[in-house]
């Protein structure tokens, strides 16, 4: 079926519109009404802190992943270039953008061999879980992992962009099967995502029994893909329609509450709307094992790689007094007993 647009320009749209345009949710994350409860006396050092930790049998320097941004154009290449030579050393997690531009156009995969920069990060490849319906099957999936020699696959939901792009692919039925059909089949583990509306509980335990192996909640407080929908309408109509959708979704810290309570063991990240350290270690002490982030980086991203470091490290550095001021030596102490919450007004 042919597309209104193709995916490579839709994508540079999306880079073009999260740079210039204001594209955030009305929702707050939930995470401003959680504050830790400040211990004036830790007995550990600070140079004692332990970020180290694993996830997916990987040992990571820092509980943080560059949450998946862009792919498939040229301007998308550089920013992932650098986006994944600050993720080798850091020693941190990365997600790639969609691959689905490169899958419908091989040439553009050259710009995204991400291992000739990142050689031994955790490195997720991505594709949106509703090409499954659209023909995608076991051997898109394969192909999208060999080409980025990924650790596991992303499949993301985007039910909401999609029925707001006028290209959106919208059909949902029978998408849960299929994408256990994958989980049972791929060769790495499965994992699934949001946009930035987030996840349920009820949706999390039906993905989990069908054979994903972590979720990442990608709650609501952060980028509005409604929003960047509405600035890449074509009429007043399809903008107002968009528009409404601003205060739409799950906030972050009430889906990690949830599907943590829900699934206690399952490998969870958190993200959608993180902008900070202090942000990350609040998401941990709820119950996340890494925190995600994408917008505050993909800015860095576009000045060079020494800029996406330097940010990473002040993240880190955050991180790191937040365990300090709180008395949790290693990230495993960082419990929601350290926590405090106000009333929401």
């Not at 540079?12 to 994350?29: A, G, K, M, Y």
């Not at 992932?80 to 790639?96: R, T, V």
Request: charged share 20%.
């Amino acid at each position: 079926m042919s597309k209104v647009t193709p995916t490579s320009s839709r994508k540079s749209d999306h880079i073009r519109i999260n740079l210039n345009e204001d594209v955030q949710s009305s929702l707050r994350t939930g995470l401003e009404c959680y504050h830790f409860i400040h211990n004036a006396l830790p007995e550990i050092d600070l140079s004692e802190i332990d970020l180290q930790t694993t996830f997916m049998a990987k040992r990571l320097d820092s509980p943080l992943l560059i949450s998946s941004m862009t792919g498939g154009t040229k301007q998308a290449d550089k920013i992932n270039s650098s986006l994944a030579e600050a993720a080798q050393e850091k020693g941190i997690a990365m997600g790639a953008g969609s691959q689905r531009a490169m899958i419908e156009e091989p040439a553009l995969a050259a710009g995204m061999n991400l291992r000739q920069y990142a050689p031994n990060i955790l490195l997720f490849a991505n594709l949106g879980a509703v090409q499954l319906n659209y023909g995608y099957g076991i051997s898109e999936c394969e192909r999208a992992v060999e080409m980025l020699e990924a650790d596991a696959l992303i499949l993301h939901l985007n039910p909401l962009q999609e029925a707001l792009q006028p290209e959106g692919d919208t059909r949902y039925a029978g998408l849960l099967e299929k994408i256990s059909e994958i989980c049972q089949k791929l060769p790495v583990p499965v994992i699934v995502k949001e946009v930035g509306w987030g996840l349920s509980k009820e949706v999390a335990m039906r993905l989990v029994e069908a054979g994903v192996t972590a979720i990442d909640v990608a709650g609501a407080g952060g980028t509005s893909w409604s929003q960047v929908e509405m600035h890449r309408a074509k009429s007043p109509e399809r903008a107002a329609v968009a528009s409404a959708f601003i205060d739409w979704g799950i906030p972050t810290a009430d889906a990690i509450l949830d599907v943590r309570g829900a699934l206690p063991a399952i490998p969870l990240i958190a993200s959608g709307g993180l902008r900070s350290g202090v942000d990350v270690a609040k998401c941990l002490a709820l119950g996340a094992d890494l925190g995600g982030m994408a917008g505050p980086l993909l800015k860095a991203a576009t000045k060079s790689t020494e800029a996406v470091i330097a940010h990473i490290d002040q993240i880190v550095a955050q991180i790191r007094v937040s365990m300090f001021a709180t008395g949790a030596q290693e990230i495993q102490a960082l419990r929601s007993d350290k926590l405090w919450k106000e009333s929401r007004t």
